[in-house]
């Protein structure tokens, strides 16, 4: 089927041009360009995050050391770096943004099946956290961070069930993670989990009265009265107490004044004591800490990006040209797991990204690329059998 095919053609047939045509017409964005247009940009752009190149420098040096071979990899021609820079610097980042938000929509039902690990809900579950990424305060004047440092957050809304991302955004280090919960709108039913620096009783009440759940860490200084009390807890399970309870404090109370959950569970590895607060009374208090504990899938998934896509080293430094940087990470990301998943892959996300990256200029089949590993396990057992 895809004889003869180099790998990265084989790849750029997963997505949808249509769509991505689309998203460039809302913003004109090929509006008088004469020779790189915005495809031709982002597919130059997905080539270095595929290969893992860490400059704009290094992708056109690449691209036209294999000049020849342009055409049939899916790309019109090379262009020199500082019209692929101008590129980022110009072109509106909304159009990339467009686009990874319609392969979020694309791939989210893919994975909507995953399981939580000690979880046992068929509630979407949402882990919301930021990471920062260190720039230079020379080169990015406008992302400052702390004290004299520079610093690009990237705060991302994370489905739990495939890790799959449901929001981003880019903004300098010093936004606070709680102003996020204003631009989120809930789906009724969710769960959010998040850690203390997102407790803002406003943006919480809002999520309360939508119908969704949260659940966070509780502040130690946090006046409360204690309305009801469950007896019904195990010990034993490293629970202490699930308590209803309702906000003391005159301007807490007035910005959440309905009734909130308090359990608190002994983490005896750690020697700590962790305080959940909660507006969901249905699932068993255990249940919560479980549900906190698999927040940390976000910082998994953070590291991940941080090591397997060109994330720590941007290839811009303006507002536009950094934003389109993550946006294109983020897609990248996106199309490896539509792909592990329309192939039927039983290689993960990060072995199907380690063997692409080192395989863009073979004429291998993909789905014969990403199905060895099935194709393996199923001779090697057949070679067990034989000594059966």
């Known amino acids: 089927m895809n004889s003869g095919k180099y790998v990265f053609s084989q790849i750029l047939e997963f997505i949808n041009r249509y769509e991505f045509d689309k998203c460039v017409e809302r913003y004109s964005g090929n509006y008088r360009v004469r020779n790189l247009n915005c495809w031709n940009q982002f597919v130059q752009l997905f080539f270095g995050q595929l290969t893992s190149l860490n400059s704009l420098q290094n992708i056109c040096l690449c691209l036209k050391a294999h000049e020849r071979k342009l055409y049939h990899l899916g790309i019109k021609q090379h262009v020199a770096v500082s019209t692929l820079s101008r590129a980022n610097e110009n072109r509106d980042w909304k159009i990339f943004a467009e686009f990874g938000n319609y392969l979020i929509d694309l791939v989210r039902p893919l994975y909507s099946s995953c399981k939580i690990p000690e979880v046992d809900l068929d509630n979407e579950v949402f882990a919301l956290d930021s990471t920062s990424i260190s720039v230079s305060i020379n080169l990015c004047t406008w992302a400052r961070g702390k004290y ?198 039983n290689f993960s996300i990060y072995e199907i990204m380690q063997i692409l990256g080192i395989s863009v200029f073979d004429k291998t089949p993909i789905l014969e690329l990403l199905t060895q590993k099935r194709q393996f396990n199923q001779n090697v057992k057949e070679q067990l059998n034989l000594f059966e």
Request: with cysteine; aromatic share 12%.
């Open 148 to 345: 004299t440092r520079g610093a690009v957050k990237v705060h991302t809304l994370l489905n739990l069930r495939g890790a799959i991302p449901e929001f981003i955004l880019v903004t300098d280090g010093k936004y606070h993670d709680s102003n996020v919960l204003d631009m989120i709108q809930p789906n009724p039913g969710a769960i959010y989990l998040m850690d203390m620096a997102y407790i803002d009783f406003e943006a919480l009440y809002r999520m309360n009265q939508r119908d969704a759940f949260f659940v966070t860490r509780a502040i130690s200084s946090q006046k409360y009265q204690v309305v009801e009390q469950n007896p019904d807890i195990d010990p034993t399970a490293g629970l202490r107490t699930d308590r209803t309870i309702v906000l003391t404090v005159p301007k807490s109370r007035k910005l959440y004044p309905d009734k909130l959950r308090l359990v608190e569970f002994y983490d005896k590895q750690n020697d700590e004591l962790l305080v959940f607060l909660t507006n969901n009374f249905e699932v068993p208090a255990l249940e919560v800490v479980n549900l906190y504990r698999n927040r940390w899938q976000i910082e998994v998934f953070f590291k991940w990006i941080k090591q397997n896509l060109v994330i720590k080293k941007l290839w811009g430094y303006s507002p536009n040209a950094v934003k389109i940087h993550i946006w294109i990470a983020v897609c990248t990301y996106l199309i490896i797991a539509y792909v592990k998943v329309s192939l039927k892959s």
